[in-house]
C-alpha cells in the first residue's frame, strides 16, 4: 500500500511528511535535518547538488546556485545554467525528487503521489506550475492545497466549529497572513497579505549591529570590517535571537574576537529580551501593517477573529505573539511545530486522501494498574496503567500453604503498592487444585481487556486445566479527576506504601525461611542429631515469636539469625544430597531463596 | 426505512418476491461493507506497525552515533576559544604552554572518540565538507581551493559522518 506524502514547498526551506498510524510524522532527509533547503546547484562538472550540501556551496557558485524559485513559479522567466534553460518548474521539481528520495529511504517503498502546498495568493498559472513541477519530478499530485489551510489542518481547527482562523506565517525571508473562514470542512480564503522580503534573517541583523556597536563604544573597533569576527558574530546573533524566544536574557561570549596592538579582545555581552524587542520593534510592527491590511480587506475587526495560528520559524519570537497578542485580544496556537505544521497539514490532506483514517484507532488506555491481592496484602500489578488497549498479559502464580487447593483471585485497580488501598474490581475462587506442597501448584492468570474496556479476568490450574473467570465492565469508566487523583495519591503515600511493602516481605520472606528451615530438618530425620538441630529450632521458634509482632527490623534480625544456624547444619545436608541424589525430599532446598510468600506467589512472569 | 433488496441475485432470503420483501438484505450488505472497512484499517495499521518495527530498529542502532555528534558538536566551540587562546598567548609564557597541553589532550580525547579536525588552506573546496562563507582573492592560492579556514570542521573517521562542516572563505575563479 503506497503512501501519499504530504509536501511544504517553501521559498527558502521544504519539509516532507507523511501519516503513520493515524499519526503525521515528518521525515528527515539523509543528512538528518527535518527540513531541507530549497537550493539547487550545479558543479562546474554539471554535478547536480540539492539542499544543505547546494547551500554551503553557494557563495563560490553564484551563477549556477538557485535560490528562492518558488518567486518565479508561474513565470515564464528561465534559469540558464551552463548553455541550458531551467524553467521554474523544472528547479522546483529538483528539489521534490530530493524530498521524493528522502520519503522513500524512510518508508522503506516507492512513492508516487504527493499533496503540496502553495501560498494562498498563488494564482493559477503559478499552481499549475506548482502541479508541473511534482509531475516532472515523478510525483503524481493528488492535490494542491493552501500553506494557511495545511496549517489549519494540522492544528485540527476543520474539527471545530464554523470560525474565522488568522495564520500568521514569518518565515526564512517572508512573512505571509491569511483571514480563512472555516465550517463543515470547507475552507474559504478570506483575504491575503504580507511582505515577501521580511524574515528571520532581518531580526538576526539587528542584534549584529548592536553588538558591533557596543563592542565599538568599549574598544573602539568595528567588527564589522573584520570578517572572522563578522562570521562568528552572524552565529552567535542567530542563537542569542533563538535563546531569548525561551528565556529573559542571554549572554553573547565571544573569546578572542580580535585584537589590536594592546592585544587580544573580547566580546562578553548580555542581551536581555527588553532590549532585544526595543531593537526589533519596527520589525514587529512591520508585520502588523499587512496584518490589519488582511483584516481590513476581509472586512472584519480584532473580535471577529476566534483563532491565529503562528507558522514559520520567527512566530517563535515573543514580541510578534505579544504583539498579536495585543491585536486580537486571544493567544495565538503555537502548539505545532511551526517549521513543520505546514508539512504536516499536507499530510493529514494526503492521509484523507489516501483512505488512512485520521485518530483512526481511537485507542483507549486502561487508566489506572489491574491487577491482583497476593500473599500479605499486596497489590501485584498485572497490567500497567496507560497500557494501550486491546491488552492481553498473564502471569504465574502459586500456593501459599501445603494442600492448598482453592485460591482466592481478587482483582482490583490503582495504583498504591497494598491491595487495601486499591479500588476491589471483583473476586473469584478457583477450586478443586490438587493437594501439594506449597508453591507446586501452577496458577495461570491472564487479564484480557478488549477494547472496550471490559476486562476478562482468568484463573487456569495449569495441572489440571481448570478454569474460572469474571468479566468486569467499565474499568475504564473513570474521570479525568478520578485518575488523577488516584496516581497523586500514590505519588503522595509513596514513602510509607514503601516501607509497609517492604515490611510484608520481610514478614513473607520469614515464612518462607522457616518453612524451608523446618522442611529441611524433617527430611533429614534421624540424620540429624539433637545437638545439632537444637540451634536451628531454637532460632525457629524466636522467629515464630517476633513474627507475632510488627516489629520489621526485628523480623529481619531474626531471620538472619535463623539462616546463619541453618547455615551450620546445611553442609550436612549438602553432603547427604550427594550421597542420595535420588531423595526428592534432600534435592535442592535453600533456605535463602526469597520466593515472595504468597497466598499464592509469583513463580514467573509469563508476557503474551 | 427501504428494506428493499437491492441485488435480487445476491439476495439470500426466502421470499418470492425479492423486490419487495423486508428481509433487510441491505442492512447484511452494509454489515459487510463495514466489516471490509475494518480489515482494511486492520491491515493498514499492521502495515504501519511492521514498518514501524523495522524503521525503530534501525534508529536505535544510529541513535548512539548521532547523540555523541550532538554532544561533542556542542563542545566544539570550547576547543575553537582555546586555539585562539593559545594564538593570542606570549611566547614562552607558562600560560601558553598549559594553553598548548590542554588543547593536546582536547585531541587526545577526540582522537580516542574516532573523531578528526579538517579544513586547511589549499585543500579544494568541497561541498560535502565545506561551508563557504565568503569568496575571496588571493596571491597564495588558485581559484576553487581554500584561502582561508574561519572555523575547521570535524568528522567521525569511521563513517566519514560530519559534526561540524568547516567554514572557509574560498579563492574566486
Do not use: W
Not at chain 1, 73 to 90: H, L, Q, W
Not at chain 1, 158 to 180: A, C, H, N, P, R
Not at chain 1, 253 to 282: M, Q, W
Amino acid at each position: 500500500m503506497s503512501k501519499i506524502i504530504g509536501i511544504d514547498l517553501g521559498t527558502t526551506n521544504s519539509c516532507v511528511a507523511v501519516m503513520e498510524g493515524g499519526e503525521p510524522v515528518v521525515i528527515a532527509n539523509a543528512e538528518g535535518a527535518r527540513t531541507t533547503p530549497s537550493v539547487v546547484a550545479f558543479s562546474k562538472t554539471g554535478e547536480r547538488m540539492v539542499g544543505q550540501v547546494a547551500k554551503r556551496q553557494a557563495i563560490t557558485n553564484p551563477d549556477r546556485t538557485v535560490i528562492s524559485i518558488k518567486r518565479d513559479m508561474g513565470s515564464s522567466r528561465k534559469v540558464a545554467i551552463d548553455g541550458t534553460d531551467y524553467t521554474p518548474e523544472m528547479i522546483s521539481s529538483m528539489v521534490l525528487q530530493k524530498l521524493k528520495a528522502d520519503a522513500e529511504a524512510y518508508l522503506g517503498e516507492k512513492v508516487t503521489e504527493a499533496v503540496i502546498t502553495v501560498p494562498a495568493y498563488f494564482s493559477d498559472a503559478q499552481r499549475q506550475a506548482t502541479k508541473n513541477a511534482g509531475t516532472i519530478a515523478g510525483l503524481d499530485v493528488k492535490r494542491i492545497i493552501n500553506e494557511p489551510t495545511a496549517a489549519a489542518l494540522a492544528y485540527g481547527v476543520d474539527k471545530e466549529t464554523e470560525q474565522k482562523v488568522m495564520v500568521y506565517d514569518l518565515g526564512g525571508g517572508t512573512f505571509d497572513v491569511s483571514i480563512l473562514d472555516i465550517g463543515d470542512g470547507v475552507f474559504e480564503v478570506l483575504s491575503t497579505s504580507g511582505n515577501n522580503r521580511l524574515g528571520g534573517d532581518d531580526f538576526d541583523e539587528r542584534i549584529i549591529n548592536y553588538l558591533a556597536a557596543e563592542f565599538k563604544k568599549e574598544n573602539g573597533i568595528d567588527l564589522k570590517n573584520d570578517k572572522m569576527a563578522l562570521q562568528r558574530l552572524k552565529e552567535a546573533a542567530e542563537k542569542a535571537k533563538i535563546e531569548l524566544s525561551g528565556m529573559m536574557s542571554t549572554n553573547v561570549n565571544l573569546p578572542f574576537i580580535t585584537a589590536d596592538a594592546t592585544g587580544p579582545k573580547h566580546l562578553d555581552i548580555t542581551l536581555n529580551r527588553a532590549k532585544f524587542n526595543e531593537l526589533t520593534a519596527d520589525l514587529v510592527e512591520a508585520t502588523m501593517i499587512p496584518v490589519r491590511k488582511a483584516m481590513d480587506d476581509a472586512g472584519l475587526r480584532p473580535e471577529n477573529i476566534d483563532k491565529v495560528l503562528l507558522v514559520g520559524g520567527s512566530s517563535r519570537i515573543p514580541a510578534v505573539q505579544e504583539a498579536l497578542r495585543k491585536f486580537i485580544d486571544k493567544e495565538p496556537h503555537k502548539g505545532i511545530n511551526p517549521d513543520e505544521c505546514v508539512a504536516v497539514g499536507a499530510a493529514i490532506q494526503a492521509g484523507i486522501l489516501g483512505g488512512d483514517v485520521t485518530g483512526l484507532v481511537l485507542l483507549d488506555v486502561t487508566p489506572l494498574s489491574l491487577g491482583v491481592e497476593t500473599y500479605g496484602g499486596v497489590f501485584t500489578k498485572i497490567i500497567d496503567r496507560n497500557t494501550t488497549i486491546p491488552a492481553k498479559k498473564s502471569q504465574i502464580f502459586t500456593t501459599a500453604a501445603d494442600n492448598q487447593t482453592s485460591v482466592e483471585v481478587h482483582v482490583l485497580q490503582g495504583e498504591r503498592p497494598m491491595a487495601a488501598d486499591n479500588k476491589t474490581l471483583g473476586r473469584f475462587n478457583l477450586d478443586g487444585i490438587p493437594p501439594a506442597p506449597k508453591q507446586v501448584p501452577q496458577i495461570e492468570v491472564t487479564f484480557d481487556i478488549d477494547a472496550n474496556g471490559i476486562v476478562n479476568v482468568y484463573a487456569k490450574d495449569k495441572g489440571t486445566n481448570k478454569e474460572q473467570h469474571i468479566t468486569i465492565t467499565a474499568s475504564t469508566n473513570m474521570s479525568k479527576e478520578e485518575v488523577e487523583a488516584a496516581v497523586a495519591e500514590a505519588e503522595k503515600y509513596a514513602a510509607e506504601d514503601t516501607k509497609r511493602k517492604e515490611a510484608v516481605e520481610i514478614r513473607n520472606n520469614a515464612d518462607q525461611v522457616i518453612y524451608q528451615c523446618e522442611k529441611s530438618m524433617n527430611d533429614m530425620g534421624d540424620k540429624l542429631s539433637a545437638d545439632e538441630k537444637a540451634p536451628v529450632q531454637a532460632q525457629i521458634d524466636k522467629l515464630k515469636e517476633t513474627l507475632k509482632g510488627d516489629n520489621t527490623d526485628a523480623i529481619k534480625a531474626d531471620t538472619e539469625a535463623l539462616q546463619q544456624a541453618f547455615y551450620k547444619i546445611a553442609e550436612k545436608i549438602y553432603a547427604q544430597t550427594q550421597q542420595n541424589p535420588g531423595d526428592p525430599n534432600a534435592a535442592g532446598v535453600d533456605p535463602t531463596a526469597d520466593n515472595g510468600g504468597a497466598d499464592y506467589t509469583v513463580v514467573d512472569d509469563d508476557n503474551n | 426505512m427501504n428494506n428493499k433488496c437491492s441485488n435480487e441475485e445476491k439476495c439470500n432470503c426466502e421470499c418470492e418476491d425479492k423486490v419487495n420483501c423486508e428481509c433487510g438484505c441491505e442492512e447484511q450488505a452494509e454489515q459487510k461493507t463495514e466489516a471490509v472497512g475494518s480489515d482494511d484499517k486492520f491491515l493498514r495499521l499492521a502495515a504501519d506497525f511492521e514498518n514501524f518495527k523495522k524503521r525503530t530498529k534501525v534508529e536505535k542502532e544510529a541513535l548512539y552515533g548521532l547523540s555523541v555528534c550532538e554532544t561533542v558538536g556542542k563542545l566544539l566551540p570550547i576547543f575553537d576559544d582555546l586555539e585562539r587562546a593559545l594564538a593570542a598567548a606570549d611566547e614562552d609564557s607558562a600560560v601558553k604552554k598549559g594553553v598548548e597541553q590542554v588543547l593536546i589532550k582536547a585531541d587526545s580525547v577526540l582522537k580516542s572518540m574516532n573523531i578528526e579536525a579538517f579544513g586547511a588552506p589549499g585543500e579544494e573546496f568541497d561541498a560535502n565538507y565545506h561551508e563557504a562563507v565568503m569568496q575571496t582573492a588571493s596571491d597564495e592560492y588558485k581559484g576553487g581551493q581554500i584561502a582561508s579556514v574561519f572555523q575547521k570542521g570535524y568528522k567521525m573517521t569511521t563513517n566519514d559522518k560530519v559534526i561540524r562542516y568547516a567554514k572557509v572563505s574560498v579563492v574566486a575563479e
